[in-house]
């Protein structure tokens, strides 16, 4: 998640100084573009259509098969699967001979453009999803925190942030707070604005953490609505009460902040947050899974029958929290995010449980600082903002990882990184595979392809790269999103503004027995008891009858 940050920790002088700096970086709308770094200069600003593609000779892939078939696309839509398809001369044809045709990624845990301090994360609308279309992901959902409590002046914020997107998205909405307005705006959501979800924060006491009193007013909301609930799954107060003892042991640096937030509580709340949910019934998703604490909770509740959703991260499925022990600030800074990375074992516990089910789908947790924004918590690990990257990367370490390994399939990896998060925010199969009908968002991946990731050439805008100098077989060779190619050759062609925002409707398939199991439950408490009820003056009159 992104910086939780308190004010009066600050150098206020020197933050003042770098809000300025960094803010006047982002002055111009199409700076970072204009710029080069990574796109076609020629498409900044201009707008495209859709051409007409076919995709010849390539293994296409979706969640429950795959087979050897061409695609063709037109206007943006997948207009036919299936062998030899024969096209005039005013269609691109791409050779996909030997390769995988896949849908494009989808990212269910981003923070792009996220507040904090008066400026922003580092990576917007734009620049942001650039990065994911380099990598392979054709859309993410982004999470739209309230403005003040409002839930509608913070989606109209998100609203204006998103206007320079160049990929499809969605939103997630939090909540921060609950009264009869908060009720009230999250049907708005719901009903009128494509929102099927709410987060709940667990953790950032006096920020954004809720208590148990309102996250099942909110649970009790959502399953009313059709919504899903979603949880950040970490002990608020037990963590305050870790960061207190680090200060007070001397411990400020960034290895202070996993040491402050061990994963007990990260599964503590994790099992409390399934119960809630048991008790009201209604589906949960817990985010960025981290830990084998909290994995286990969720692999128990799964096996009872409950609707629980386990979103592991690539940052916690590859990485270990050795990093945040480096003497450089800097370098173990860069690794600080909430839940924290865990140690070693943990990660490989996660991989495990993702190859057999327990957890469902992958995300990032995408929310990036750079070096200068990072160094705010030089001498306190409290006020270093949180987050890592992973938006471009995701795709790349989750094939290197599993698949490559052979932990899963080439079907399962398009599942746990598409259309798993298609069908769970029901949007598929408009999201999420390669049928006909389906929006024209593919990949092409040549398994005999490497990669390497390093900050000098990725296309995020931070100066920082949690994954530097990793290197993997398998690669995005093409990336088509909205039936338009936007990664080639290791060139991007994107367009600010041409991304839509994607309405998420509610009741998806976890809803599905909702009713019954209500009806069974209610049926089950052999309640209320009819009682005989008798006067005071009957039951005098009974009394002296038995005298």
């Not at 048991?278 to 286990?296: C, G, K, Q, R």
């Not at 077989?473 to 994107?494: F, H």
């Amino acid at each position: 998640m992104g910086s939780i940050t308190k004010l009066h920790l600050f150098n206020l002088p020197l933050l003042l100084l770098l809000v300025v700096s960094f803010s006047s970086s982002l002055s111009e709308p199409n700076q970072f573009c204009d710029a080069g770094i990574g796109y076609e200069e020629s498409t900044c600003g201009i707008s495209t259509t859709s051409s007409k593609i076919l995709i010849k000779g390539g293994t296409v892939v979706n969640a429950h098969h795959l087979e050897v078939a061409d695609v063709y696309v037109e206007d943006g839509i997948i207009v036919a699967v299936k062998p030899h398809i024969h096209v005039g001369d005013d269609v691109t044809v791409l050779d996909a001979t030997g390769k995988f045709v896949m849908p494009g990624g989808i990212d269910p845990h981003t923070h792009l453009a996220m507040e904090f301090l008066g400026t922003e994360s580092v990576d917007d609308f734009f620049s942001g999803q650039a990065a994911a279309l380099a990598g392979g992901t054709t859309m993410h959902i982004d999470f739209v925190i309230p403005v003040n409590g409002s839930l509608t002046a913070g989606f109209e914020a998100y609203e204006k942030k998103s206007k320079k997107a160049c990929m499809d998205f969605g939103f997630h909405m939090a909540i921060t707070k609950w009264d009869e307005v908060v009720s009230k705006e999250m049907e708005i959501m719901v009903q009128e604005k494509g929102i099927n979800s709410f987060k709940f924060f667990m953790a950032y006491k006096g920020f954004f953490m809720v208590n148990d009193d309102l996250m099942l007013e909110g649970f009790k909301k959502c399953k009313s609505l059709g919504a899903l609930a979603m949880v950040h799954a970490e002990n608020g107060d037990a963590v305050h009460e870790g960061q207190k003892r680090m200060i007070e042991l001397g411990i400020r640096g960034p290895e202070g902040h996993a040491l402050s937030r061990p994963p007990v509580l990260e599964g503590e709340a994790t099992a409390r947050a399934i119960r809630l949910a048991s008790f009201i019934n209604t589906p949960l998703y817990v985010v960025h899974v981290m830990s084998i604490d909290a994995m286990e909770e969720i692999a128990k509740a799964r096996i009872s029958g409950q609707k629980v959703i386990g979103e592991p991260i690539v940052s916690g499925l590859v990485l270990n929290d050795s990093w945040l022990w480096d003497p450089d600030f800097l370098t173990a800074a860069k690794y600080v995010m909430s839940p924290p990375i865990r140690a070693a074992g943990h990660d490989k516990a996660l991989q495990a449980a993702l190859s057999t089910g327990v957890l469902q789908l992958v995300g990032t947790d995408r929310c990036t600082s750079n070096s200068t924004q990072k160094a705010f918590g030089i001498n306190d690990f409290r006020i270093i903002p949180n987050g890592v990257n992973g938006i471009e990367e995701r795709m790349h370490l989750v094939w290197d990882t599993m698949v490559v390994s052979g932990q899963i399939s080439v079907t399962d990896f398009v599942r746990v990184t598409s259309t798993e998060c298609a069908r769970i925010f029901n949007i598929y199969p408009r999201k999420g595979a390669i049928l006909t009908g389906s929006d024209a968002d593919i990949i092409i991946l040549n398994p005999n392809s490497t990669f390497e990731i390093s900050a000098k050439s990725h296309h995020s805008r931070s100066d920082t790269n949690v994954y530097e100098g990793r290197r993997g077989k398998g690669k995005v060779e093409v990336t088509i999103a909205g039936g338009r190619i936007v990664w080639q050759n290791d060139e991007l062609k994107v367009v600010p503004g041409s991304g839509k925002y994607i309405k998420l409707p509610p009741y998806s398939y976890l809803f599905n027995g909702i009713d019954k199991s209500e009806a069974n439950y209610l049926s089950s408490l052999k309640a209320p008891v009819k009682r005989t009820i008798i006067s005071k003056a009957d039951a005098q009159i009974e009394e002296q009858t038995r005298i």
